[in-house]
Structure formats: structure tokens, C-alpha cells
């Protein structure tokens, strides 16, 4: 069965203080990896797709990365406008148009 | 401008009522989702839809229905038969591409209540 796990659930962080959000996921052929944003009570607006293990991508302090069994979603020195919740989603080749998402990690970075 | 419009913001829904959300979009986008998300847990999904006409059940389809007709909606149905329908609930669109993998868009959300 399809899968995506995300970790840690919760992640606390000081300004300045980077760190990484990972995404493993199991899919018999992985067609897109998605990386969103979702702040309390909007939808989720998209940041990375990945789509081929050694890819990466960045964007202001944020970089993804991706391997055959995860992806990295790495924060360099993260500002309090940062804090959100990060949602990682997979596409697989036998599973037609559907996406399949973690449950998301939620990062509050505090000045 | 282009995006995903979902109304009501907020709905409140008696026992034994049936209520419809809508999602309209103005991306032409081919394949519509609906979504539930629950606190602490990720979306799942309710419903899809790659092309006019036509859905398919997603993972919680028990208790909802959907209808395609045109290509800008896809309104989702939350009946009786939904026994804790209470959640925030998206829908996106995607465009596509036979060659490359598109990234999905989100409207805003409507947020359900029970009372």
C-alpha cells in the first residue's frame, strides 16, 4: 500500500536555528513529490515538486531535497514568519490521478 | 484573477441534513479533489476527478457524493449517512500534463460543524 510518513510531528525552533523536516514514503513508482505550506485555518498553497531521486529545489530559506525512500525539507535560519505547517504528498504511476499525503509536521519558530 | 473559490467559509449542519460545498475553478484545470482534514492529522481523500463526467472514490467516500458536469465545479455532498462529518474540508484542481507531474491548488477551505 501507498504511504507517505512525515517527522518529526511537532518541531519547536529558535530563530536562526536550522533544521530538517523529512518525508519517507513508500509508492511502487513514484511519479511527483509535493512539498506545501498550510497556516491555520487556509489551505495549503505549494512550495517544491520533485520529481527524480538527487533533485533539489530551494526557495528563500527553504531547500527540498529527494532520494528513492525520502525527502528533505530543510530550513536555513528560519524566521518566525516560517511557522506553519508543512505538508509532504506523493503521486504514484499505478494510483491515476490520486495524491496521497502525510499527516504534515508543524513548526513553530519563536523569536 | 485564477484560483479555487470554495464557499460557504463556514457551515453549520443539523443531525439528518444533508448540505452541499462548492468549488469552482477558473485554472481549466482537467482533475478536481476533495479533501478532509481533521486536527493532527493529514487530508485524506474524499473524492476525485480527472475529467468531465467522471469520479472516483478516494479513501473516505462513505457517507459523501460528488457530480462533475462542468469542468470549472466539482461540488461535494456531505448526506446523513456521514456519522462525524465535523472537519475542515479543500478542494483542489490540477492541470494535466502527460509528460510531467503538476503540482495541485487549493481553495480556502470550508470549515463544517455539526450542531
Known amino acids: 500500500e501507498d504511504q507517505v510518513t512525515q517527522s518529526p510531528e511537532a518541531l519547536r525552533l529558535q530563530e536562526g536555528e536550522s533544521s530538517s523536516l523529512n518525508c519517507s514514503y513508500t509508492?511502487?513508482?513514484?511519479?511527483?513529490l509535493f512539498w506545501y505550506r498550510q497556516d491555520p485555518g487556509k489551505g495549503p498553497e505549494f512550495l517544491f515538486t520533485?520529481?527524480?531521486a538527487g533533485e533539489e529545489k530551494e526557495k528563500e530559506r527553504l531547500k527540498a531535497t529527494l532520494t528513492k525512500k525520502e525527502s528533505f525539507l530543510h530550513i536555513t535560519a528560519p524566521k518566525p514568519e516560517d511557522s506553519a505547517t508543512y505538508l509532504c504528498?506523493?503521486?504514484?504511476?499505478?494510483?491515476?490521478?490520486?495524491?496521497?499525503f502525510g499527516q504534515g509536521t508543524e513548526l513553530s519558530v519563536k523569536p | 484573477d485564477g484560483g479555487i473559490t470554495q464557499s460557504p467559509k463556514y457551515l453549520f449542519r443539523k443531525e439528518g441534513q444533508n448540505v452541499t460545498l462548492s468549488c469552482e475553478q477558473n485554472l481549466n484545470h482537467d482533475a478536481m479533489y476533495w479533501y478532509r482534514q481533521d486536527p493532527g492529522q493529514g487530508l485524506r481523500l474524499i473524492y476525485y476527478?480527472?475529467?468531465?463526467?467522471?469520479?472516483q472514490k478516494g479513501d473516505i467516500a462513505e457517507g459523501y457524493s460528488v457530480s462533475r458536469e462542468k469542468k470549472e465545479s466539482f461540488p461535494l455532498t456531505v448526506t446523513s449517512a456521514q456519522k462525524n462529518p465535523t472537519a475542515f474540508y479543500l478542494c483542489?484542481?490540477?492541470?494535466?500534463?502527460?509528460?510531467?507531474?503538476?503540482?495541485?491548488?487549493f481553495g480556502q477551505g470550508t470549515r463544517l460543524t455539526v450542531v
Open positions: 504528498a506523493v503521486r504514484a504511476y499505478n494510483q491515476g490521478g490520486k495524491l496521497i
Open positions: 483542489a484542481s490540477r492541470n494535466e500534463v502527460i509528460k510531467r507531474d503538476t503540482e495541485a491548488f
Open positions: 520533485l520529481y527524480s
Open positions: 476527478s480527472q475529467i468531465v463526467n467522471d469520479f
Open positions: 509508492v511502487s513508482g513514484l511519479r511527483g
